[in-house]
C-alpha cells in the first residue's frame, strides 16, 4: 500500500514570515528552497530544507497576510531536527538569544542526547545529537 507514497513537508503557520525564515536559516541551517506569493487569496508559502525537495522533507511556512499570531493548540508536539554537536549548537544559539526551553542533555530514562528550542511563533523544536 504504501509503495510511491513520501512524506513531503509539515506545514506552520507563521505570524512573522522574515523573522521565521531567518529563524530557520540562521539557527538551524535551512535554506529557502521556493516561494509562493498568492495575493489574490492573501498568503505566502515559503519551502525551508536542508536539501531538494525531490528527496527531502521540507519545511512549509505559511504567512497569512495580516494575522500575526496563532494559537498554536494542545496537539502539536514538536518537530524534530538531528544535529551533530548538540551542547555547542544550543550554547550558539543561546547566545543569538533563541529560547531554550529545555537543557540539552540525555533523555529521560535514556541515553540520547535531546534539547527542546522554541521559534519566534512559539512551536517547539527538539534537538537531537546524531552520531
Partial sequence: ????????????????????????????????????DVPDGKYTLVFLGYGDESSETV????????????????????????LPDLYASCEKMRAAGVKITREPG????????????EDPDGYKIELIQRK
Avoid: Q
Fill in 106 to 117: 540525555p533523555v529521560k530514562f535514556g541515553t540520547t542526547l535531546i534539547a527542546f528550542i
Fill in 1 to 36: 500500500m504504501s509503495e510511491g507514497f513520501r512524506y513531503l513537508h509539515t506545514m506552520l503557520r507563521v505570524g512573522d514570515l522574515d523573522r521565521s525564515i531567518g529563524f530557520y536559516t540562521s539557527h538551524l541551517g535551512m535554506k529557502e528552497l521556493r516561494r509562493n
Fill in 59 to 82: 519545511l512549509e511556512l505559511t504567512y497569512n497576510y495580516g494575522v500575526d499570531k496563532y494559537d498554536t493548540g494542545t496537539a502539536f508536539g514538536h518537530l524534530a531536527i538531528g
